[in-house]
């Protein structure tokens, strides 16, 4: 599989799927019940994001901001494996096009360990986390470190899927939000557009049950 292939699904998922922006906060994207009824929730680095030469710890610094974000909301419990989340949330910072990491060895995270004011979060896991995707031709091997002319969006991307399944970010995401910044810490704009878009979604499901 070329390294053009992903970038063409991702493409073609951005013309597909209903997305928040920043351009376009006036209506939001109204969620599935199972979003609104999901309880765990896994943080992700999206596959497919490249790590910038002159920012290596770019995705990594962002799923770290988001967890801490998640954590002090309290909506949602995060867990550590895609069979126990409801939820997956995939992150990728922005950046402009050029040579990039893919699979970066900087996304290994041999301890988890984070900390809010009022909870503590530590994990063991090692290595790599299971494959969120169908790593397809070349099986796990595609996914070793490489070197690529990635040309992904210059904003950051917040998507969240439904969990519990093999693969899940194989389907499409059932909320997205993309914007400059979005992923910066400690108020992480996406956290926020997703609280509103849950409200929002609660309030209208209300609504229809009083029909």
Known sequence: MSDRTPIALFLLALLSVPQADAKNKKKQQLLPDLVLRAETALVVI???????????SANRTAQDEVEKAMM?????KLVKSPRTANLIIA????????PTIRNSPMDDRPVIG????????VGGQRGRPPDLTNPGFGGPESRRPHISNDVGPP????????GGSDYPLDRAP???????????GPQVEAIEEFRKALAESEEQRRLRQKR
Do not use: S
């Open 46 to 56: 999206h596959p497919d994001a490249g790590e910038p030469l002159t920012n290596p």
């Open 72 to 76: 002090k909301w309290g909506r949602f």
């Open 91 to 98: 992150v990728r910072k922005g950046h402009a096009n050029g």
């Open 114 to 121: 984070q900390q809010t004011d009022v909870e503590i979060q």
């Open 155 to 162: 904003e950051d991307t917040f998507e969240v899927y439904l």
């Open 174 to 184: 059932v909320w997205r939000y993309m914007a400059k910044g979005a992923l910066n």
